[in-house]
T-cell receptor
């Protein structure tokens, strides 16, 4: 079982739709969580960190559920430019410090 | 924008050649990473470094080698390129000392390697 699992999608949604992605993690030593965005044939870029209390950045809302070991990303009022792959990222505590695990990503296509 | 650079951006080379992919960052980050990613597929960590003279292999076995002689520079070398090495290679860096909550990775634009 992978340490970080995501629904690969693709999610095909019309402009203006609300879409939500989930990501589950299996290691209870997971300490911090992030969402990255990767456009086609480009490098991943940090979208937002995920805090225990949940956090919002414009149309994007990230939430963490430690009890169930999942994080989510909600995108409201989808734009064509939101089309990308969204990567769930987890920092897991290890003896030497921590390691970073990237999920395989969820593809989103927003259509006019 | 992150200050992390990779050269070349694209490389087409014949089987058996030795190649070095360059990665440099000007942020003073201690940690650097190399990932391999095929089109539409997930990232695979192949090497990482926590500082000068520190290098470790990642989760995916790779025939490449790395060195870290200077903080800002983390080159990856393939002694004898093969078609199976065709992929995108992404370099990243992150700042140590802040702990896991603030340790986020910044990626370079990648090198797209094709071995004929």
């Amino acid at each position: 079982r992978k340490e970080v699992e995501q629904d690969p999608g693709p999610f095909n949604v019309p402009e203006g739709a609300t879409v939500a992605f989930n990501c589950t993690y299996s290691n209870s030593a997971s300490q911090s969580f992030f969402w990255y965005r990767q456009d086609c044939r480009k490098e991943p870029k940090l979208l937002m960190s995920v805090y225990s209390s949940g956090n919002e950045d414009g149309r994007f809302t990230a939430q963490l559920n430690r009890a169930s070991q999942y994080i989510s990303l909600l995108i409201r009022d989808s734009k064509l430019s939101d089309s990308a792959t969204y990567l769930c990222v987890v920092n897991i505590g290890i003896l030497e410090g921590f390691k970073t695990i990237f999920g395989a990503g969820t593809r989103l296509f927003v259509k006019a | 924008e992150a200050d992390i650079y990779q050269t070349p951006r694209y490389l087409v080379i014949g089987t058996g050649k030795k190649i070095t992919l360059e990665c440099s960052q000007t942020m003073g980050h201690d940690k650097m990473y190399w990932y391999q990613q095929d089109p539409g597929m997930e990232l695979h960590l192949i090497h990482y470094s926590y500082g000068v003279n520190s290098t470790e292999k990642g989760d995916l076995s790779s025939e490449s080698t790395v060195s870290r002689i200077r903080t800002e520079h983390f080159p990856l070398t393939l002694e004898s390129a093969r078609p199976s090495h065709t992929s995108q290679y992404l370099c990243a860096s992150s700042e140590s000392g802040g702990g896991p909550s603030t340790d986020t990775q910044y990626f370079g634009p990648g090198t797209r390697l094709t071995v004929l």
